[in-house]
């Protein structure tokens, strides 16, 4: 790597090469297991498309992107942060929503579900325009792109908040759902004997320049497997309340159980970056 002019790259290859000797000496991996390996990081790569993203779940359920979301966000590392992983079904060009909007683009099965949501920098003050992008699976545990029975961009938008640092919308109280396992990951999970399950939760993506690029999820409250989300994201700080409402619905259309989620993000001053997206 001495020759390599890119300072951090002769960094980074020089540990990974290290690291994997050292695997490979401290397990005294043997040729057929070798030859496994590779093939299986060969069926990853063959398992990902423009709608599927084997190699982010891969990463997702070894808790690697969980870790390397934890080490770059939040005060030094600590677990308490606002932000979580990106997760691999964000797609770049959410539909723009005006605030108080739905995003419900098709029929969808589910409790009506209000949220609204406040953004604010460090010292409490409300930012004003700042690019916030919803995404979440629908009830039946799919998010649009994998579910042809659901509008392209269903349960997806785009929204900006006002004055207050205020962003509001409708959609459906989100469930819980099992990672795709018909690929190479879905074999790791059965050998390990392992759940596939993530506890029932909302994407958000909050952008705005001069202020660090904000990902994270809210998680349900009451969900089964806040303790063992199979991609290791949940955080206390991550679990919203979804409260169920009282009375009369905000929505005049809604006959049935409603819930009512308020939350508060805090974006740090930083570099306003917008992830590469892992599907399009």
């Not at 790569?45 to 423009?50: S, Y």
Request: net charge negative.
């Amino acid at each position: 790597m001495k020759r390599a002019p890119n300072a951090r790259l002769r960094e980074i290859v020089a540990s990974f090469v290290r690291h994997m000797h050292a695997f490979a000496r401290e397990t005294r991996l043997t040729e057929e297991e070798f030859e496994l390996g590779v093939g299986f990081l060969n069926r990853i790569g063959q398992a990902t498309n423009d709608s599927h993203n084997e190699g982010i779940l891969f990463s997702d359920v070894l808790g690697f992107s969980t870790l390397v979301c934890l080490l770059n966000n939040g005060q030094n590392g600590a677990t308490e942060t606002a932000a979580a992983l990106l997760g691999p079904f964000w797609r770049m060009h959410s539909p723009e929503t005006p605030n108080g909007g739905s995003i419900i683009r098709s029929e969808t099965p589910g409790d009506a579900l209000f949220a609204e949501c406040h953004i604010r920098d460090p010292e409490g003050k409300p930012l004003a325009d700042v690019e916030v992008d919803v995404w979440q699976a629908s009830p039946v545990g799919l998010y649009e792109n994998q579910d042809p029975a659901q509008a392209n961009m269903n349960l997806r938008g785009k929204f900006r908040t006002d004055a207050e640092g205020r962003i509001s919308f409708r959609s459906v109280k989100p469930a819980g759902y099992p990672v795709p396992t018909d690929g190479p990951v879905g074999d790791l999970l059965r050998a390990q004997l392992r759940h596939p399950y993530r506890p029932a939760h909302l994407h958000f993506l909050c952008y705005k320049p001069g202020f660090k690029t904000l990902i994270t999820q809210i998680f349900v409250d009451d969900d089964q497997h806040l303790e063992s989300d199979v991609v290791f994201g949940v955080t206390r700080h991550l679990i919203g309340d979804f409260r169920k409402g009282q009375g009369v619905a905000p929505a005049a259309d809604v006959a049935g159980p409603w819930f009512r989620l308020t939350y508060e993000f805090v974006m740090e001053k930083g570099e306003a970056k917008l992830p590469v997206p892992p599907i399009r």
